[in-house]
């Protein structure tokens, strides 16, 4: 199951990626501002080249003192005219690129239930390529338990069907894979000539397929690298889920992971919080550059800026998170995203932060277990 730090990670990579929009979009109006005061060569009148870079440099300069006050204004009314149109299409783009990031959150989400399964067919799709191999006897493979378990479970064959993420296109890969990976290897070879290996046994080498001939270093790890651009972090969401469901095993049948046990619960807490990052009130950013020796946000190395960004809109728009809780959260974010500096600053800023704000009422905490943050 995704936990609650798994969906804080993908909702940072929405908001890495909805800066790199706002560059994008920046661009865009610049260059809608430029084209407005290019010489027009289908004219048959003479065109003013020195005014149209003089209109073209003052409308760039109004552009940028607009984004951070709008009421300011020029003089010249084609100038404002063509910043205000720039501005309009600027805010266009960004409105669009944040609601489609937003709802990117729960596809990527999706996409991992779709890699879990994938995994798991992947290790029935090995066993039945084995089970074609006559020349060696690999009946232990073949009828281990967990893969008979997987084979006869409805479920799991429902999902790839319905993500179309299982492999019977992909037979070529697994013949290759059987061939050049699993049969090289030294635990499987000593695993297919055991006697009579027990549960132990096939539970340990289920779990070396899985984390060292699937999601290890090498091959298939590479394909689904090359298939998903998410695959370094979703990799290890993937990883647990599939251990999770091995130790799982009783009786001949195993639970599936489910990705999300409250798809309405986790959606109202990524739209929330995606959001409200985005539209963050200037006054905590303010707070942010007090106590960073004023530095500008702006100048703060993104991943720092956007877990900071995150925690505190965490801490104020999220009543039944204790703050411990966030700011532990966002330490841990930190420690694997951001520089090797970042959890200790991170760490102080957040703290000063967290009890500025918890003096102020700012922040306000109700439900059970949250006696902490009076």
């Known amino acids: 199951m995704l936990n609650r730090r798994t969906i804080r990670i993908k909702i940072m990579q929405s908001l890495f990626a909805y800066s790199q929009c706002k560059e994008a979009d920046l661009q865009v109006a610049h260059d809608f501002i430029e084209e407005k005061f290019k010489p027009n060569l289908?004219?048959?009148?003479?065109?003013?080249?020195?005014?149209?870079?003089?209109?073209?440099?003052?409308?760039?300069?109004?552009?940028?003192?607009?984004?951070?006050?709008?009421?300011?204004?020029?003089e010249d009314t084609i100038i404002n005219?063509?910043?205000?149109?720039?501005?309009?299409?600027?805010?266009?783009?960004?409105?669009?690129?944040?609601?489609?990031?937003?709802k990117n959150i729960l596809l990527e989400m999706e996409k991992i239930s779709a890699l879990y399964h994938s995994v798991i067919s992947l290790m029935v799709a090995l066993a039945d390529q084995?089970?074609?191999d006559k020349r060696v006897n690999h009946k232990h493979f073949v009828q281990h338990t967990w893969i008979k378990a997987w084979r006869q479970n409805a479920e799991?064959?429902?999902?790839?069907?319905?993500?179309?993420?299982?492999w019977e296109g992909k037979l070529d890969k697994i013949r290759g894979w059987f061939r050049d990976v699993l049969k090289e290897d030294s635990a499987y070879q000593k695993f297919i000539t055991l006697d009579t290996p027990d549960e132990e046994t096939e539970k340990a080498f289920i779990?070396?397929?899985?984390?060292?001939?699937?999601?290890?270093?090498?091959?298939?790890?590479?394909?689904?690298?090359?298939?998903?651009?998410?695959?370094?972090?979703?990799?290890?969401?993937?990883?647990?889920?599939?251990?999770?469901?091995?130790?799982?095993?009783?009786?001949g049948k195993m639970t599936l992971q489910k990705v999300s046990l409250n798809w309405d619960d986790d959606k109202g807490f990524?739209?929330?919080?995606?959001?409200?990052?985005?539209?963050?009130?200037?006054?905590?950013?303010?707070?942010?550059?007090?106590?960073?020796?004023?530095?500008?946000?702006?100048?703060?190395?993104?991943?720092?800026?956007?877990i900071l960004e995150m925690a505190i809109s965490e801490m104020v728009y999220f009543p039944n998170i204790p703050v411990k809780v966030t700011i532990n959260e966002y330490l841990e974010l930190s420690k694997d995203y951001s520089t090797p500096k970042s959890r200790q600053f991170i760490n102080g800023i957040l703290d000063v932060i967290s009890k500025s704000m918890k003096d102020s009422g700012e922040i306000k905490k109700s439900g059970r277990g949250l006696l902490d943050n009076k």
């Open 270 to 306: 990524i739209d929330l919080l995606f959001n409200k990052v985005i539209d963050l009130d200037p006054r905590y950013k303010e707070l942010i550059a007090k106590n960073t020796r004023n530095w500008e946000v702006d100048r703060l190395p993104l991943t720092d800026r956007v």
């Open 130 to 132: 084995a089970g074609t």
């Open 81 to 102: 005219k063509t910043v205000e149109e720039a501005i309009n299409l600027y805010l266009k783009s960004l409105k669009k690129d944040q609601a489609s990031l937003n």
């Open 42 to 74: 289908n004219s048959m009148k003479v065109q003013d080249k020195e005014l149209l870079r003089s209109q073209k440099k003052q409308a760039l300069q109004l552009f940028e003192k607009k984004m951070l006050d709008a009421k300011v204004k020029g």
């Open 207 to 251: 779990k070396h397929l899985t984390r060292k001939i699937i999601l290890g270093s090498g091959v298939i790890n590479d394909y689904f690298e090359d298939q998903n651009i998410r695959w370094a972090e979703d990799k290890d969401i993937v990883k647990s889920m599939v251990d999770k469901t091995i130790k799982s095993y009783a009786d």
């Open 156 to 166: 799991l064959q429902k999902s790839l069907a319905k993500e179309n993420s299982g």
